[in-house]
């Protein structure tokens, strides 16, 4: 085994060790399997162009185009010609999978199922790591750099991942990535002979130097794994990160990631994929709001769960905080269905929740009134059902709600020190003309979604800190979060305990009293603490949403007339909205939407082709370009044998005319003809030499073939004018060396396999020095283009130096 068919073969098995660490992240890791088989394809399809002798780019050019290949028989096959030839139809089917596979990775957690786009995105990232590891190792002799692209795939791996022995993982990425190292570095000795083996007996074993290589391998290894042992923990947080729940009774704290990461992806998604449905005894299913989690702490940075105990769930749940028995309240029982795109940690719930059966480990947070799974518990595929309360407080109870309680006022009221002033002072111009704090949250909401000329925009960039609400108070576009993090933060300003929520608007109406709430549904908006009736929510959003009863009383309107109603933004994105509701319940959405949204797209529904014009002729152009990059040695061969051996005159033994058959045959048509019949043996895999006399090539020709006959009489005939002209003062070559050639190259076609004759006409290995002409070509352009440079630069050095001397004198 040569030391470069090594080499490929440790690149390929070291990104197959290091794909290992992807297994958790969909579920069944079958994809696996194909992953392998890609690597291995690229690897081989790697080591046949080296094989050519093709210039290096034209050999990462030709993986790529056989990896796009596979991926289009893989999973577009269908929309195939003949289920072979890929076409714009199949690219097209190609890319939706792919776009599949992207929302799929925005929607399910870990593990995943393992859908087509998944394992799209997945194999077709390992075949792009294998071909980069092959090109960098291998092509380019560059095998450290080989481990970046190793690095990446593990990253993203042990970085997503939350199943599996990440010491395992990471034992079989770096010793794929040693063996690579080592297997490049016996390479290079081998290179020197026999000096750095040192002496050595039949089955003495390794060398001193290979023994010294395996030791720091192994001590390497045994570091990396046994120091993080001994260091300490980074604790919870980013690196920590996710939930560190407490194990047993009555105990633990939460410490949770920011729930609105995800808003604006779920927003500008163009499918409206569903994340779950259900049915409810309440009388205004369209005003529901489910809610996922509450971010209470705001740093400046942005609005986030704080750190929390949490508890086991009793049953029923404790009456919610700051509510007395005199709001007027329902209670409605929720059977909620989570679909297969929602994975999460956070219980789905209408809030306040009174009770809640659910099967699995759930933990409660009492201050959000939340439900947190535990060890690993998410909400993928669960079926519960929730009760809970719809308060109907009025207008005079907000309005005579006393002072909140100490406890709520201090945790709820906090605000970081370096809040702009001008939320401060926007919040009390607005509310200038409101009496109480309940007065005051009704004139933020009215003002943020009516009066204050704000834009619904999903594509203003998401953000919740104070450069953020600073942002949106002067440009007046954003979308739900930037509505509810900003009014949340006017009302502590205004001494209105505040916090923001997130989770879902009602969904649409499918059929029945079944309700669907798709990944558009998604929202977040603020809620406001009034002792008496606890923590309510407020709508500030413009055209999303629904806003609640008790919402709607206004203090005495000002003189001035009706709202002016925000015109919504021009964008080419899609839609953001919530789902078409067909029952145009909720206050009519407030604007009138009704109807005119996507609904809930059920996953696998098949979508329209978006395959635009352009894309067709970008699509046409570019199979064209690959078929003429395929075509072109096999033309590029066919013209220069037709050069080479017909009547006439010419000169070079590269590809000019050459008359073989003439009366009298000059030197070079001579040995136009010898490059001729070496070619055609090349090209039926008996690699040139040029060390070798002719005569000694004929012989090593005839015994490899193997040539008899006719046909290896013909080829001396061609070897002995060949060496005629090279060697002899005078030379008389047949006027029959055309003939010579064509029968010595039948003979070597005949004894030749039917792979090779094929091989030969479509692939001839001695196109290569096609790539050498464009590269002498090349290096001679840049030789003469540096050469006219230098003399530019020599005639203007000898202008300035002639005008100087003319100043002086």
Partial sequence: MTGRTRLTLCSAAAVLLVSFCLAPLVSPAGWLLHAAFLVGVMAGAGALVRRLALPRPLVVAAQLVVLLYLLVLGFARGAALYGLLPGPAALDALSQVLRNGFDDINVYGTPAPDTAGLRLVLVGSVALIAVAVDALAVTYRRAALAGLPLLALYSVGSGLGDRGPSWLWFLLAAGGYLTVLFAEGQDRLSRWGRVFHGPRRSGAGPTPLTRSGHRIGVVALAVALLVPVFLPGLGDGLVGGGFGHGHGKGGGTITAINPVVSLQADLNRPANIEQLRYTTTSRHAGDMYIRVAVSDEFNGVDWKPSQQKVEDVPSPLPNPTGLSDAVDRAEVT?????GNHLSQEWLPMPYPASQVDVDGSWRFEPNSRTLVGDNGQ????????VRSLELEPSAEQLRDAPAPPDDIAQRYLRLPADLPPVVRSTALQVTKDAATPYDKAVALQDWFAHSGQFTYDTEVEAGTGVNAITRFLRDKEGFCVHFSATMAAMARALGIPARVAVGFTSGSLESGDTWVVGSK???AWPELYFEGAGWLRF??????????????????ATPGGDRQEPAPKPSSRPSAGPSADPSCVGKERQLGECGGDQAAVRPGAPQQSSWPTAGLLAGIGLGGLLLALLLTPMVWRARVRRARLRPGSGSGSGGGGAAVQSAELTDAQVLAAWQELVDSAWDLGITPDDAETPRRTVTR????APLEGEPR???GRVALATEQVLYARTAQPSPELGRDVRTASEGLRVAAGRRARVRAVLLPPSSARLAWRVADRFAAGRETVQEAAWTVRRRTAAAVGRLLWWRRG
């Fill in 334 to 338: 929720t059977r909620i269905a989570i």
């Fill in 378 to 385: 998410k909400t993928l595929g669960l079926t519960y059902v």
């Fill in 521 to 523: 549904d998604a929202h």
């Fill in 539 to 556: 709508e500030p959003t413009p055209s999303r949403g629904t806003t609640p009863d008790y919402a709607e009383e206004q203090a005495p």
């Fill in 701 to 704: 020709i005839a015994a490899a």
């Fill in 713 to 715: 009489e013909a080829a």
